[in-house]
Every structure is written in C-alpha cells, then in structure tokens.
C-alpha cells in the first residue's frame, strides 16, 4: 500500500481506472529522467517530452512506453538535432541530422546509423547524394566539391573505389578505375589543356610518363643550314629510359636564340660606356639571356615557319634605294650613274653650251646645295619614323604531340631585326643601314670642302640570316602542366654557312654621252632647216 503512494507522488496528472491515463508529468526515480506527455493504460503513448538531467530531451510520439514514430531528439554533450522516425527508440527510418560543426545528413538511418540513401553536406561544403552504408559513403554516389568538381561513381567505406568518372571544374575529365581515393588501374583523362591519356594508372600517376624532350633524325642534335634554307625538325617525348612514350596533345614550342656576349670590361674593370648602355637595356628588359647545354647564354632570334619570300633581284634592291644615292659618288656629288644613250634623248631638244670652267655634271636639280644645307646628310627610308618598316615575321606555330611526336616541316630563320642586340655588341651601332660617310675633301681650287655619301645599294645578303651558329630550344608549354610537371626542354645547335653568289652576267654598256658631240649635232641640224627654209 506504501509503494502505491511513492508512485503516487512521482506522478501528477490524469488517471483511469487508477492507471496514469491523459496528460501528465511523471518524475523517475532516478531523477535523471521527468517524463510531460500523453498517458494511455498506465504508460506512455501519444504525444510526450521526456526531459533528461543533462539538458538532453526527445519530443514527439510515443506507442506502449516506448519512443516511437516521428519526434525531435536533441544532445546537449554534443549539440546535434534530428528530426525524423524513430522505432524503439532509436533512430530509424527517414530523418534529418543537423550536427554542431554545420553539417547536415538528410535520409535513411538503421538503428542510429545512416545507411540506405541520403544526402550529407560537410563542413568544407562538399555534397555527397548516395548511399550508405554504417555511417560511411558506400555504394553509388555522387559528390560535388565545394570548387565545383564532381565525382560520379562507386564508393567503399567512404572512400572512392570501382569505376567513377571524376569531372573539375577547369575542364579535365577522368573515366576509369579507382582505388583509396586515388586512379588506379585502367582509365583516361582528358586534360584541360589538350592532353590526353589513355592506359594504366598507380596510385594516382599514368604508369608510363614521359620526363624530356628529345629531337630525333640529327647526331648529336647538330644541323648545317644555308642562308635562306628551309629546314626541317622532328621531336619526340620519352621517359628517363630513353623509350618513347606516346603522349596525345601535349602542346611544345620552338624558339631560336643567338650567343649573348656580356658587355666587355675596360682595363680598371669597369664596364665601357657602350657596354655599359647595353647593359642596362637588357637589365630593363623583360626578357634576360637564357642558359642553354652549350656553354652559353643566348637571347631570342626571329624564327618561323612560313615560306621565305622569293630572293629579290639584285636590280629589285637598287630600286629601292632613294636615287639622291645612286647619283653621288665620293668626289663631292658627281653623277656615278650611267649616262643616257644619244637616242634615248629627245632629238628637237636643244642643250645649251656649257659655260667654260662650269661642271657640266653637276646636278640640275640642286642636290649638291640641299646636301649641303643638310650637311651631306641624305634621308634614309627605313629608319624609325621615317618610311614603312618591315614587318616581323610571323612566329612559329606551337605544335601538339601526336602518338609522342610533333614535326615542324618548313622552319626558317629570316633576317635579324634591326638593332639586334648581340649584333649590335659585336659590330657597334651604325649610323645608317647602307650608308657609309667619307671624310669630307677640298676642291682643287681651295674653295669650300663638301661632305661625300658613299653608296651602298641593299644585298641579298642583307635580306637573309647571318652565317653563325644558332640555337633551337624547345618546351613544353603545356597549360597547366600535365600532372603539375612540365617536360626537360630539348636543345638544337644551328650552323647557318654562307649562300655562295650566282655568277652575274656583266651588262653590255652602251656609248657614253658626248655633250660635245651632241651640241654639234643639234647645230648642224638648224643650220639645214635655216638652208631648206632659204631655198623654199
């Protein structure tokens, strides 16, 4: 009858039949538990909150005694939430976990575990949508990372593990085999910068990887070339072995480069004033000299691989040079050009007879005075500001691999570009492309000195590279780097000899003018039309 009573003073509300029946609040004797709620036949069943001593409670469906049915359950040790089913107590059935470090998982659970289907959400903000198995990842799944990649495939335990297709976001594809996370046996991957491969893979890296660049038809990668001569390259990638490997896509780039010598240092060890200049415009420029295998630097030389243009007649050049040239000579501005035949000269033009002591040679157009004005100094076409300047050749087109190759058919090294740098160490600055000065002389009757021009028409040699050895470097420009790693460069040492002249053919000359002559002969003529006109 006593424990009636205890029972009795533990629990306050509705009763029927003597059983806790309705609403009301139970206090355990443990006093670790206090139970609010619906009452059916002396136990729990309906709606209830059974509170804990530690801040913890579960509120929602009870069935017999027992936490059954849809309900909410809060940890205060750890601060995690669900909401969902639960089956004797425990979670089971379709829920909603939302854990204290900001991760969600919304699906299946199996006796307080995740397993079945679902969907979880770390903290990085990775998004997994799959099955699983004892709280892990396992099965078929999806994962979308926080960057933007996504992984669709098989997973163990959770890790990925099967076949899975892996897409980045920059644009690399992988299809293919799995293993801890990592590709592992067969499989291909399409590279965000063209490259692809297709084979074997460990732990995470292609089975067979090439590490250099190798150039292949040449001995001991040297080559002689011709002025003007097209030549040909071919290149392939091979590991550390020596054996090929048969990359796809793998972009490679080939430049060319001359000997850099390093400005020269006068007797105290100071650099000369020249040196010097140069010097400081290559410490100013952004691109510095490149070491290269042959015990030298070098700095970048025009190289391409369009068709040279046809060679110009050496008549084409002479056209080209402005005629105040072609009609100086050293001896202070007399015609050096070939004088006009008697009959391409007009024949009705009468000459006017040469004033005795004058120059009859001398230029009718003044341009003996205009020099003089300019100081002998004739305009050069060509120079900065002045005239059309050529335009640089096109560079070479960057070249993929194909099977673990890449061929540059028609490569061509064209004329150096004005001020050349090393040229310019090597010869100096010139005042003019073509254009030589000649101190200037006196007349022979003491009057004023004149500054000469000495001509110098274009050659072929000036359109055409510089004999000299060359180097050809080529990279691996691949973007991004395959695998983060970028392939040993390949060098090439170019010896470009001299183009031998084509024999010319001398050019007939015909009679030289006679001033004298001709001015007889203009007389004669008049004095017959004066006779013809008397006897009409």
Request: hydrophobic share 25%; charged share 25%.
């Amino acid at each position: 009858m006593a424990a009636e009573v205890e029972r009795r003073d533990q629990y306050l509300g509705e009763t029927k039949k003597q059983l806790r029946d309705g609403f009301g609040v139970y206090n355990y004797s443990n006093k670790f538990f206090r139970y609010e709620g619906e009452w059916k036949s002396g136990r729990k069943h309906g709606h209830g909150k059974l509170l804990m001593a530690d801040g913890s409670y579960y509120e929602g469906q009870f069935e017999n005694g027992e936490i059954q049915g849809h309900g909410f359950r809060y940890w205060s040790s750890s601060g995690n939430t669900y909401t969902g089913q639960f089956h004797q107590g425990e979670l089971h059935g379709q829920g909603v976990m939302n854990y204290r470090d900001g991760s969600i998982y919304e699906g299946e659970w199996w006796r307080n575990k995740r397993q079945g289907f679902g969907k979880y959400t770390d903290t990085t903000g990775c998004v997994y949508e799959g099955y699983f198995h004892e709280h892990k990842k396992h099965g078929e799944g999806t994962a979308t990372y926080r960057n933007g990649d996504e992984y669709v495939g098989d997973w163990v335990m959770d890790k990925r593990q099967g076949h899975g297709q892996m897409k980045c976001i920059n644009g690399t594809l992988y299809d293919g085999s799995w293993l801890n996370d990592t590709y592992n046996g067969q499989g291909n991957m399409f590279h965000c910068s063209g490259f692809f491969y297709d084979g074997l893979w460990t732990n995470g890296e292609p089975s067979i990887q090439a590490t250099k660049l190798v150039v292949i038809g040449l001995q001991d990668n040297y080559v002689e070339i011709t002025q003007g001569e097209t030549f040909r390259l071919e290149v392939e990638t091979k590991n550390e072995d020596g054996d090929g490997v048969e990359d796809q896509g793998r972009e490679l780039q080939i430049t060319a480069g001359f000997k850099w010598q390093a400005p020269k240092e006068t007797k105290d060890g100071a650099a000369s004033k020249e040196s010097s200049t140069l010097f400081d415009a290559i410490e100013d420029m952004e691109e510095k000299p490149i070491p290269t295998p042959f015990g030298y630097e070098i700095v970048r030389y025009p190289l391409t691989d369009q068709q040279p243009m046809e060679e110009p007649k050496e008549s084409d050049l002479l056209l080209a040079v402005p005629k105040s040239y072609t009609n100086l000579s050293e001896e202070g501005g007399q015609e050096s050009s070939e004088q006009e035949t008697e009959e391409s000269k007009p024949a009705d033009i009468e000459i006017p007879v040469p004033v005795e002591g004058a120059d009859v040679a001398a230029d009718p157009t003044g341009a003996d005075s205009a020099d003089e004005a300019t100081g002998g100094a004739p305009e050069v076409e060509g120079e900065e500001g002045q005239g059309e300047s050529t335009p640089p050749p096109p560079p070479v087109t960057n070249l993929r691999t194909d099977v673990g190759r890449a061929v540059w058919e028609t490569l061509y090294l064209p004329a150096p570009p004005p001020m050349y740098r090393p040229f310019s160490t090597i010869d100096g600055v010139p005042e003019a492309p073509g254009v030589k000065r000649s101190k200037s002389k006196a007349g022979k009757d003491g009057g004023r000195s004149s500054s000469s021009v000495k001509s110098s028409t274009p050659s072929l040699s000036d359109s055409l590279v510089r004999p000299g050895e060359y180097v050809l470097m080529i990279h691996d420009v691949t973007n991004p780097p395959f695998m983060d790693r970028t392939l040993e460069p390949a060098f090439v040492l170019v010896k470009v000899k001299k183009k031998k002249k084509a024999p010319t053919k001398t050019k007939e000359k015909g009679p030289k003018w006679d001033t004298r002559q001709h001015i007889a002969q203009s007389m004669a003529r008049s004095y017959s039309d004066m006779a013809e006109q008397d006897a009409s």
